[in-house]
């Protein structure tokens, strides 16, 4: 929309909200009960999964510094396929996790075509008897295709200050 010479971006109406929140509520709830060939599926083949370490800026790039996950769709298919395996040690058995998800916005910048979606979220994983929780926030590219909501790029930003307790990230944000 243009208003005298500026541009004005509308934002979404609600029914697109909710269609965003139930999106990023089903995505949790695969990787909650391990459906993870379900999870890999919301995400297009040109994607991107991010997780920074949580002392970097949120606009730093993996490739000018390290990460700690920085997948393109191969790579987070290996992942996927390797999480399944029974010897996967870090994950067999399988943790206890639960995702919660919060404070949903949709921004009004995104690219063409996209939604850009901010949201928090606190992941807690329970597994031999030790709980680690993992707090921070997510920035979501959303795109339609064939009708449906699917994730172009999810970058998880970390708000825990290091792993020190948890020592590694063997699930899925």
Known sequence: MVRKGIIVQTMPDASVHREVEDFLFDEAELLDTWRLDEWLALFTEDCRYLVPPGDLPADASPEKTLFYIADNYV???????????????????????????????????????????????????????????????????????????????????LDNDNLREQGRISILL
């Open 75 to 157: 790579l987070l298919r290996e992942r996927v396929r390797r999480l399944a395996k029974r010897n996967a040690h870090a994950e067999y058995p399988h943790s206890k996790t639960r995702h919660l998800v919060s404070n949903v916005r949709i921004l009004p910048d995104a690219n063409a075509g996209e939604l850009a979606v901010r949201c928090a979220f606190m992941v807690h994983r329970s597994r031999a008897g030790v709980i680690d929780t993992f707090i921070g926030s997510v920035r979501y590219r959303l795109v339609r295709q064939e009708g449906k909501l699917r994730i172009r790029e999810k970058r998880c930003q």
